[in-house]
């Protein structure tokens, strides 16, 4: 994987864990751009080194989002994109971004799959999408994995949710 683009990653749990994971996977020549409509997690997720870029947008509007997540990677779709939003009409702001032959994974149940998919047919979008179900066998040993791995994310979560 060369690069990633998880929206609204920085906000929710499960997205700051996806930015890790992507990141770790990207390894030091991939690149894992995030975005929020707000940024109060901007910081700590560039200094921690979870993501390679940030930007605020509305993942409703999916030509601002285009445009700013190819700003963010060199112009260059990504590979991959993990969508944590929990808002429903984001899913054309996780298509377009990604290339020809990559991948969406709407993690997100506020997903509207037909749109999805009917979003992609209308804009000759060929990507794989995946619907996550919300567990994962292993999910639980997974998180406490990168707990333990990100002593920054860990402080974080024990700070804000213990």
Known sequence: MKAAFTPNCPDGKSGKLCAYEAKKRAGTTGRVV???????????????????AF???DARNPIEVLEKALAANDGKEY???ICVVNISGAEMSCILPVKNG????????????????LGAEGVGKDVTMIVGNGYTEGHAE??????????????????EFA
Request: proline share 2%; hydrophobic share 45%; with cysteine.
């Open 79 to 81: 590979d991959l994109c």
């Open 55 to 57: 930007f605020t947008c």
């Open 102 to 117: 990559g991948m969406v994974y709407f993690f997100s149940m506020a997903t509207s799959f037909t749109k999805a998919a």
């Open 142 to 159: 997974m998180a406490l994995a990168v707990l333990r791995e990100c002593p920054a994310l860990k402080e974080l979560y024990e700070a």
């Open 34 to 52: 995030g975005c929020s409509d707000r940024d109060s997690y901007k910081d700590f997720m560039l200094e921690n080194k979870l993501l390679d």
